[in-house]
């Protein structure tokens, strides 16, 4: 069996914790830009890698039409492995839209509970995990956080831990 | 089809890059103790891990011995997905050493081209892609960097870019 | 002339964003514990120092009863080198109230504009400038950001600009 | 008493560990440029600073006449203020040059024992507290480390401590 990696894979980023940045100037934790290249940069990835910077905006903002787009964005994507970048918060809904157009694709995804630019991000070590994810696991969507992976229909978030648990 | 991660993993620290740290005596990098369990808190890993710090040497260093130690705790491993943290110079070697014995088990070594300690180290995103090839890969021996993962008898170093190739 | 360093120095911490942390729970950032004696470390110190932690607040909520207790805590102060951390909003007044009290006194307002927790912040940089105003200028009251060193009563925080400025 | 600051001050760049880098494909730490830019950038400098890059090496590398050289950029200086980046190893040879030389500037010596570009470096705490005692002190040449600062004929650095101290 040969590895499926040489097809590349898609990055698409919706904002979250992962892509928070501090603003001088208003004292909190904003969105400017995506982090990803300096991210892939730091990670010396070589793995071809399309990034498809769909929104930038906090998973608590994000409305049925919004989890469309990513619908839409994972269904047009020529790479059949793609990781969405995402809040932590809502990740599992949007999950649920893209898990239930059973593509024939492989979409896992993933996000933040510190953002990249503050001391100890989870960010860096769970765009790994899900990346691999992406490239390994059957076609299907899932939700990739502290080293685990879940199946859309089998995960929430414990918001008294910030951790992510199975159902059942 | 289950997901085969709630049985845990483990992995088997040997030194290399990855847990180089500055020693601001002597003005170079040692080796001192394995950054790993730093890492895995940054990344909030609810995965059960068995850690087995094994060695602290620089890759260069490492005989033929010390590979049969890596292969004997890969053999003695309860857990059958297992991530070696390795220097990059002979990870081949090593994961040759493994893949030779042809374990019932998933056996990812990985690694580090800047130490954790080092501003810009893509130590967290090859843990976090090393530990989810673990789990998610049939089973032998197989080296994860780059963001890409290598069959152990298809994969070298390229010296002069730093990165690691498929021979063929 | 002797260099007057050997005497010591005081830090007194009120919090500002200089000590914000964030909380991956909550999301935001909040005050927990002061960064400074990790920030001392890092910077090897071995002045001899005194650390009164006095509030740990943002300087927006900081009342006049906050400011009389910072200029008690000054001139209670054994050592006569003293820098007060501060958040930028309100520094400018603490600064006065501590000023018009005309105490034998070097006091050294400081804070950052990006919190220590955060990638690029000011605070280390911020810190040693402060400490060294405190040990070398005459008594007074003085607010040291921007590698700028202001008289109590010649100074203004820019907000636009996120940076302090002399009045005249 | 006006504070002399508006005049601005001058930083002479000659390498040593504050300035190193890691080299991923050498794997070691070498020169290849100064991080001083990014410093001041973070620590929102906006006090008038020149600029010398005058050297990028290991102090231990340093000759007599590459510390000629550092006293000619002193003595050509337009500003008063100036801060000398240097290798801690020879650092007070190098002071001792100036300090000599009796030049009517305060010239203030700092370095780091741990790179920037390593976790917990003292490079921007150095940097601040050098700064601003180049601004305040009177003239003459001096050693600022760990937070204290010393004449040039009244330090050595305690190799085994790896701190600086007074001779008497």
Same mark, same amino acid.
């Given at each position: 069996?040969? &590895? !499926? #990696?040489?097809?590349?894979?898609?990055?698409?980023?919706?904002?979250?914790?992962?892509?928070?940045?501090?603003?001088?100037?208003?004292?909190?934790?904003?969105?400017?830009?995506?982090?990803l290249p300096a991210i892939?940069?730091?990670?010396?990835?070589? &793995? !071809? #890698?399309?990034?498809?910077?769909r929104l930038l905006i906090d998973s608590l903002h994000m409305t049925d039409a919004h989890r469309r787009g990513v619908l839409d964005a994972c269904r047009g994507s020529p790479e059949h492995a793609i990781v969405?970048?995402?809040?932590?918060?809502t990740?599992?809904?949007?999950a649920e839209?893209?898990?239930r157009a059973e593509l024939a694709k492989t979409v896992v995804f993933t996000g933040a509970m510190v953002p990249y630019?503050?001391?100890?991000?989870?960010?860096?070590?769970?765009?790994g995990?899900?990346?691999?994810?992406?490239?390994?696991l059957p076609?299907?969507?899932?939700?990739?956080?502290?080293?685990?992976?879940?199946r859309w229909d089998n995960v929430t978030k414990d918001r008294v831990e910030g951790q992510f648990k199975a159902l059942r």
């Open positions: 069996m040969p &590895l !499926p #990696l040489e097809a590349g894979a898609r990055i698409i980023v919706t904002g979250g914790t992962f892509d928070k940045r501090y603003d001088a100037i208003k004292g909190e934790l904003t969105f400017k830009e995506t982090h892939l940069e730091q990670a010396r990835v070589t &793995l !071809p #890698l399309s990034i498809d910077i969405v970048i995402h809040g932590t918060d990740m599992v809904q949007t839209v893209v898990g630019s503050v001391q100890g991000s989870d960010a860096p070590f769970n765009l995990f899900a990346l691999a994810m992406a490239v390994a076609h299907g969507a899932y939700v990739a956080m502290n080293a685990r992976v879940f």
